[in-house]
């Protein structure tokens, strides 16, 4: 079964270090793979998306991804995290039929 | 501006009283989809539609009515709500009718039933 999964259910880091968030799936076919943001009250907003071609894909806010086919992973990294980065995290697989099945979530709190 | 709309933002209800939310969005999407967030389970897919008067089952459709009869609106239905329907539900739309691009999702609606 097509699944999602988020290891760590909260995060903590100091403004201005490094981030990455894991995610890994399982799913058959050529993968689709997204990365959403949910701040506080908001709805979910678009970091970045693999489809194909390079694996490494660069979205917005500063974010990028790195999808690893050998190890069904699909992580999210940022090089310095900005207090205003402190959110709801959520990696999604897009199926066939077009859904998309998240993970668990990953909250993210940002240390001044 | 691009946008999905939802209404209401929050309701409080009592179990067995009907109730609709709302849906709309006007990018003239194809595929549209209803999804609950619970704390800890992400967001799980209720129902999707992929065109005018085609909808079909998510993950979690049990107690839950969709319709689709025009391209914009796509309104979630509970016939007799339930305290485990307690939650938090998004609307989202996307162009694609099967694979695509981004999906974008209303604000949100929390829904409380006592």
């Known amino acids: 079964a097509q699944s999602v999964t988020q290891p760590d259910i909260h995060i903590t880091v100091s403004e201005g270090a490094s981030l990455e968030l894991r995610c890994n799936y399982s799913y058959g076919a050529t993968p689709y793979l997204f990365w959403y943001v949910q701040s506080p009250g908001q709805g979910l907003q678009l970091l970045l998306k693999?489809?194909?071609?390079?694996?490494l894909v660069q979205g917005i806010k500063g974010f990028e991804a790195e999808f690893k086919r050998s190890q069904s992973s699909f992580n999210l990294r940022k090089p310095s995290v900005h207090w205003s980065d402190a959110a709801e995290y959520f990696c999604a697989v897009e199926n066939q039929g077009g859904k998309l099945i998240f993970g668990q979530g990953t909250e993210l709190s940002v240390k001044p | 501006e691009a946008q999905v709309t939802q209404n209401p933002r929050y309701l409080i209800t009592v179990t067995g009283k009907k109730l609709t939310v709302t849906c709309s969005q006007n990018m003239n999407h194809e595929y549209m989809s209803w999804y609950r967030q619970d704390p800890g389970l992400g967001l799980r897919q209720i129902y999707y539609?992929?065109?005018?008067?085609?909808?079909d089952k998510g993950d979690v459709p049990e107690g839950y009515k969709v319709s689709r009869k025009e391209k914009r609106n796509f309104p979630l239905i509970l016939e007799s709500p339930s305290p485990n329907q307690t939650s938090l539900y998004f609307c989202a739309s996307t162009w694609g009718g099967a694979i695509s691009g981004e999906q974008f999702f209303g604000p949100g609606t929390r829904l409380t039933v006592l």
């Open positions: 539609s992929m065109n005018v008067e085609v909808t």
């Open positions: 693999y489809f194909s071609g390079d694996t």
